[in-house]
């Protein structure tokens, strides 16, 4: 009886332990609006920059000039012009829409892009929204302007900007939310490379908490968000070093109280994984981290074996890019099946 218990033990273990770990392998990885399974093959691909896939088969869909949803036809529901850029999420409850797009405001410098944080919902009505210059009055100083990057000034035509946010997540149920209001379930948490993580209300409306995270060089920062322990995931850019020939990146969970670090991953040596900008980071379960590199491919790093099980090319390749290679912001891992199920036929 005993050595039978003990097998029983045995199975559980390995045999459901192991279904279980596969899982993430049964997600689908989507980069701008391409979909790929884990193996690297090219699912589905559908116009836009970014895409947001709805279960009953439509699609949010954005560029750098506009945001639409797509109906099932590929027919428009409805589209908004504006620039648009880096990365939509959605709510918890997958109803609404989270975007940045930019005001862009006359100043004495020259033409200047201003973020602007906005929540859709299904309808294309914009229910809440804030641009960086109202969050910068209520911490009562003003923003870091700096000059535009060459490819901002071709898009837009613009001079400088007065932030450069790039990740904008609801915040989910989480171990610190009874004790610290701002990390309650339901607020945002936005992230400005530069710039810094801002705490905000569910409408918007309120700037709950601001932190510079000082593990990362001028907080080079990319894709901040919050995970159920409480800790802040994010994509350090300049961990270490800030020229060709040292610098270094990581994968990082932090304490927003203390920004005391609880993970980090970083090549061995750091220097064979550096990534200047761009990058993003998604746990998968206790163990698996997918993140990417902005110009390389798309990883599956485990903690416990403290080995990169997974890298994939195929994310970033493109034949329009004259290297072959298209610039990645962000790549997730979405359990597209009921959305799929209307593009099978």
């Known amino acids: 009886m005993h050595k039978i218990f003990l097998s029983f033990l045995f199975y559980l273990f390995f045999y459901l332990g192991s279904s279980h770990a596969a899982d993430w392998k049964r997600l689908h990885l989507v980069n701008e609006c391409d979909i790929f399974n884990f193996e690297g093959s090219l699912i589905k691909s559908f116009p836009g920059s970014a895409c947001i896939f709805l279960e009953d088969g439509r699609f949010f869909s954005s560029t750098v000039d506009d945001i639409k949803l797509m109906n099932k036809d ?89 932030t450069h946010f790039n990740s904008f997540y609801e915040i989910p149920p989480n171990k610190l939310e009874k004790k610290y209001s701002y990390m309650k379930a339901g607020n945002f948490i936005v992230n400005g490379r530069e710039d810094g993580i801002f705490f905000l209300s569910p409408d918007l409306k ?22 159920p322990n409480g800790h802040l995931l994010l ?73 990169v099980l997974l890298s994939l090319v195929e994310t970033h390749l493109s034949s329009a890019s004259p290297l072959g290679i298209r610039p990645t912001l962000q790549v997730k891992a979405i359990d597209l099946s009921s959305f799929l199920s209307f593009w099978s036929k």
Do not use: C
Not at 78 to 84: A, D, L, N
Not at 120 to 127: M, R, W
Not at 206 to 227: C, P
Not at 278 to 307: A, C, I, M
């Open 74 to 162: 590929l027919s428009v529901a409805w589209s908004h012009k504006g620039y648009f850029h880096h990365q939509m999420n959605q709510t918890l409850d997958k109803k609404r829409f989270l975007v940045m797009s930019s005001n862009l405001l006359k100043e004495k410098h020259g033409l200047t892009r201003d973020d602007k944080l906005m929540i859709y919902d299904l309808e294309g009505k914009i229910i809440h929204s804030i641009s960086s210059s109202e969050i910068y009055q209520q911490l009562n100083h003003l923003p870091y302007l700096r000059e535009a990057e060459p490819m901002l000034k071709e898009l837009i035509n613009v001079t400088h900007e007065k």
């Open 206 to 227: 309120k700037i709950l908490n601001f932190i510079s995270y000082k593990g990362a060089f001028n907080h080079r920062v990319h894709d901040v968000q919050v995970l």
């Open 235 to 307: 994509f350090n850019n300049f961990v270490a070093g800030y020229d060709k020939f040292h610098s270094q990146s990581a994968i990082e969970e932090i304490s927003p109280v203390d920004q005391k670090v609880f993970f980090r991953y970083q090549a061995n040596p750091g220097v064979f994984f550096f990534v200047a900008t761009g990058g993003s980071v998604q746990k998968l379960n206790n163990d698996l981290y997918l993140f990417t590199h902005s110009l390389l491919s798309t990883y599956v790093y485990s903690k416990s074996k403290k080995d």
